[in-house]
């Protein structure tokens, strides 16, 4: 397939005489990293936010020379006002990655991979403007419209065969599980609920630091893996576990009504709310009405879809001594409203190269830091507080950051 194949040729795009004030209302009015600046109908240069913001604020360099103008928020303020002003010649970027139509996918892919941006100008042997291409067109054009889907199988249950293959559970809860209990603990929670609870792994480990947990999915497979390795637990820790599988709504009501947290982990309320929108009410007539506390992990779709062209991450697991392991790859695709598609392929390794073994794709909400927190404020909750962490990483150490954040962590109290 070429660069002709899936490209978009209606390109937002700006002159050399567009101001930088009308160029910032197009890159962070409409989500986008850049856009392609011409002279006439020829491409002359490229506009990142970040060219935009590095304009705006002093460079290191800069405070170091003159720490005290640098500071000087006044002046900053005038700064701002006169980079506003300029024309966009004056700061876009001269040094450009194009392709032509008839450019390889695969070639233009690697280009974005190599030079690290999520989209490229396409241009005709003129230099002229006629379309651009990102990396979430040259995924769905070819991963996800040629690969075979399970389009028989609902996604969890197909996901549910491959999850704990794919994530590093130890890694994992040895950055999440300690940040819970300390919050757990200050917070005095006895009972908890893991909401899309999966293969069991939060939900057992919650239990294993005293918990008593409640562990709800709705695959039935899901739970099945789960439940075979509550068999393996010693009794007094299996008696600390229940898990519930079926609709959450109608599950929910078999739970004692005096549960103290519950937890929503790995995108689950995305991917919840998407099939039972008003979930959030149905879990708070079951929670304790003098303190409760819910936490939610949810993918930063503003790192993964504005800036990494839809890829969300790519996890290799190689086993050197048996020459075996797996991988995948996730991504979102096609969003369209509040809504956006996910994607996950597995490959295994087998003598010595990648081979394919399967894929397949849900649609999910779209869900940015402030479209969660009035989601959640219009659910009765009045204290938010918002942490940002790596795949692996702290739950609660550090600030969200819209740019490096894998995943937006939110504390809600009532």
């Known amino acids: 397939m070429k660069v002709s194949d899936v490209m978009n040729r209606e390109v937002d795009y700006v002159t050399v005489n567009t101001a930088i004030k009308d160029v910032a209302r197009i890159i962070f009015g409409r989500g986008i990293n850049g856009v392609p600046v011409v002279d006439g109908l020829k491409l002359v240069g490229f506009i990142t936010e970040r060219d935009i913001i590095a304009q705006l604020f002093p460079s290191v360099s800069e405070f170091i020379e003159d720490p005290v103008h640098a500071s000087d928020f006044e002046s900053m303020e005038k700064k701002t006002a006169d980079v506003l002003s300029l024309p966009a010649e004056k700061i876009m970027s001269k040094n450009l990655q194009t392709v032509t139509e008839d450019t390889p996918l695969l070639k233009a892919q690697s280009l974005m991979f190599v030079h690290k941006i999520g989209r490229l100008p396409v241009v005709d042997s003129q230099d002229k403007l006629i379309g651009i291409v990102s990396k979430g067109d040259i995924f769905e054009a070819v991963i996800q419209k040629r690969l075979p889907l399970h389009e028989e199988e609902g996604f969890y249950d197909w996901l549910a065969r491959y999850y704990d293959l794919v994530i590093d559970w130890k890694k994992r809860l040895a950055g999440e599980i300690p940040d819970l209990l300390t919050l757990f603990r200050r917070e005095k929670v006895v009972k908890v609920i893991d909401i899309a609870s999966s293969t069991g792994e939060h939900t057992i480990a919650l239990a294993q630091k005293g918990f008593e947990v409640f562990g709800l999915e709705v695959s039935g497979i899901m739970t099945d893996f789960a439940e075979k390795k509550k068999e393996k637990l010693p009794k007094h820790l299996q008696e ?127 869900m940015d830091k402030d479209q969660v927190s009035s989601v959640l404020r219009k659910a009765g909750f009045r204290h938010l507080e918002f942490y940002g962490s790596e795949m692996y990483g702290q739950l609660f150490t550090y600030p969200f950051n819209e740019s490096k954040s894998y995943w937006l962590n939110i504390v809600g109290k009532r």
Not at 246 to 274: Q, T
Not at 279 to 301: D, P, W
Not at 335 to 349: A, L, V, W
């Open 240 to 366: 600390k576990i229940t898990f519930l599988r079926g609709p959450y709504k109608k599950i929910v009501n078999l739970i004692p009504s005096d549960i103290d947290a519950v937890i929503f982990m790995g995108n689950a309320l995305p991917h919840v709310s998407f099939t039972e929108k008003n979930i959030l009410s149905g879990i708070k007539n079951v929670m304790n009405q003098k303190r409760s506390l819910f936490i939610f992990q949810i993918a930063n779709f503003h790192r993964f879809y504005n800036e990494q062209g839809g890829m969300r991450d790519f996890i290799q697991r190689y086993n050197p001594s048996k020459k075996e392991g797996n991988l995948s790859i996730s991504f979102y695709s096609n969003k369209r409203g509040k809504m956006i598609t996910y994607t996950r392929m597995i490959f295994d390794y087998n003598k010595g190269k990648w081979i394919f073994r399967t894929a397949n794709s849900l649609p999910t909400l779209h």
